[in-house]
């Protein structure tokens, strides 16, 4: 019998890339959407007609057990949050009602319908928790065992999650791992997070549809993957015979700049200085000045590896964005 999963965030870039692996994997895939009229249900059902939707809400416990006796999953997804995290420093409460306790509801929701002993939970957690503060072990990149600062309400929302989620794991005998995943991109990325505003901004002024792009902070460093790889890795811990914590990340990093560099040479231009100014309005209150991961745990024990490199990621995205900005008028 085909096995049943179950996605929360299935709108979201994680979503969309897990969905097709699973449906791939000849599972039967479920996913929550929110909302009374969710405009990107319409894209979604054309695109990925196989995905059989339901509506539920993190904040509200009920929808979520209901979701879960509609589904039958044999594993849970949760990839649902307030993900962005300078829009965290504006919605903070939202962001620990969904980002935090939004992880608790899903878990007693597996709990209420009699699911703690079958159902296998992945959580997403994230590179956020560390903070960027380099104290631990200086150039060596963040591992399971790394110490936490979070530095946002996001990374405090999803700290929480991170050990609410150990904790039924300890306490219940749940099979459920958390994925500490540093950043990762690609053609499904919101426009909100930087490498996307970059790379839809650098095809529209390669068709002369914009001048130039307002950006904030350019020196923080991040750890840059591909979302697709990264959902091999969300799978592959639920496959474990025991639940734990994996760290998926590249284990190189690289500034805002250097995207700067390989996304404008992709369209020619050798200096994108002229194009970039910078506005205030997109800095934070506190800043992660950098994030570099340490995945020697997941290519060992899940025989993970990243495929797509830094320049491999900048030119799917660039390529990605000049396609769709020269079939859309506006
Ligand atoms: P994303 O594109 O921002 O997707 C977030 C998803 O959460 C969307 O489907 C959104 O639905 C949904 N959502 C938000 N509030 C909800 C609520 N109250 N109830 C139900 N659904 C809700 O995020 P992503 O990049 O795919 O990331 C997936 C997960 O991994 C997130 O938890 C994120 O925090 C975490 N993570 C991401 C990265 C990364 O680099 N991408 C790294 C580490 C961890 P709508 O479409 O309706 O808004
Ligand atoms: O910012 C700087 C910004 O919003 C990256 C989420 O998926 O990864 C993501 O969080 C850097 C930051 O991603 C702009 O200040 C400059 O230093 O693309 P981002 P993020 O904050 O790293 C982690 C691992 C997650 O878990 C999150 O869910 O870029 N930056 N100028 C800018 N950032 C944005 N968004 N927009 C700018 O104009």
């Known amino acids: 019998m085909a096995k049943r999963a179950l996605i929360t965030g299935i709108t979201g870039q994680d979503g969309h890339?897990?969905?097709?692996?699973?449906?791939?994997?000849g599972y039967e895939v479920y996913g929550i959407i929110r909302g009374q009229y969710n405009p990107k249900r319409t894209l979604l059902e054309r695109e990925q007609p196989f995905i059989k939707l339901?509506?539920?809400d993190l904040t509200d416990q009920s929808s979520l057990v209901r979701a879960m006796e509609v589904a039958k999953p044999d594993e849970v997804y949760n990839l649902a949050a307030i993900s962005h995290v300078g829009y965290s420093f504006k919605n903070p409460q939202l962001t620990a009602d969904t980002t935090g306790k939004g992880v608790l509801n899903v878990l007693e929701a597996i709990r209420l319908s009699g699911g703690e002993k079958t159902v296998r939970f992945y959580q997403a957690s994230t590179s956020e928790m560390f903070g960027g503060l380099d104290y631990n072990r200086p150039g060596e990149g963040y591992d399971e065992n790394s110490l936490f600062h979070p530095r946002s309400p996001y990374g405090v929302a999803k700290l929480?999650?991170?050990w609410i989620t150990k904790n039924y794991r300890e306490s219940y005998g749940m099979h459920a791992s958390c994925g500490i995943l540093f950043n990762h991109e690609g053609e499904h990325r919101g426009i909100e997070f930087v490498t996307r505003k970059i790379s839809n901004a650098?095809?529209?002024?390669?068709?002369?549809?914009q001048d130039y792009i307002e950006l904030g902070n350019l020196d923080p460093k991040r750890?840059?993957?591909y979302a697709g790889d990264y959902v091999e890795g969300m799978w592959r811990m639920l496959q474990?015979?025991?639940?734990?914590d994996y760290v998926l990340a590249t284990g190189e990093t690289h500034t805002i700049g250097e995207f700067l560099d390989l996304a404008f040479k992709e369209i020619g231009v050798d200096d994108w200085k002229p194009y970039v100014k910078q506005n205030p309005a997109f800095m934070r209150?506190?800043?992660?000045?950098?994030?570099l991961g340490n995945p020697t745990k997941a290519e060992k024990v899940l025989g993970w590896k990243r495929k797509v490199d830094f320049p491999g990621l900048v030119k799917l995205m660039v390529t990605?964005?000049?396609k769709l900005e020269a079939q859309s008028k506006d």
């Open 17 to 25: 890339h897990l969905a097709d692996l699973l449906h791939d994997k």
């Open 54 to 56: 339901i509506e539920a």
């Open 160 to 162: 929480y999650g991170h």
């Open 202 to 209: 650098v095809a529209r002024i390669k068709l002369g549809k």
């Open 223 to 225: 750890d840059w993957g």
């Open 240 to 244: 474990q015979d025991e639940p734990g």
């Open 285 to 291: 209150p506190a800043e992660v000045d950098i994030l």
């Open 320 to 322: 990605n964005d000049l």
